[in-house]
């Protein structure tokens, strides 16, 4: 299962909806996402991912474009084969 989730610019600033993005985040992980794309359409914006997505058994390709990514907790992406990391 493939889940994409784009954020624009007024998503990032608006503090209640990081919550959202939480949740979408959530959302994809509880139902097992093999492939997750996580577009931001801000240039490295600042975001404090939820330490589930961090330590997730079930993700095998994950695309990670202009987020800043500093994990609180251990990354264990135990089933992950490729990781791309872009800041465009």
Do not use: G
């Amino acid at each position: 299962m493939r889940f994409h989730l784009y954020v624009d610019s007024e998503t990032v600033k608006a503090s209640e909806r990081c919550n959202h993005v939480d949740s979408l985040i959530k959302f994809a992980i509880a139902y097992n996402v093999d492939k997750l794309s996580l577009l931001s359409l801000v240039l490295n914006a600042y975001y404090v991912f939820p330490d589930c997505f961090f330590s997730n058994s079930s993700l095998k390709h994950l695309i990670v474009d202009s987020w800043n990514m500093k994990p609180k907790c251990t990354v264990s992406w135990t089933s992950l084969q490729n990781l791309s990391l872009r800041n465009s």
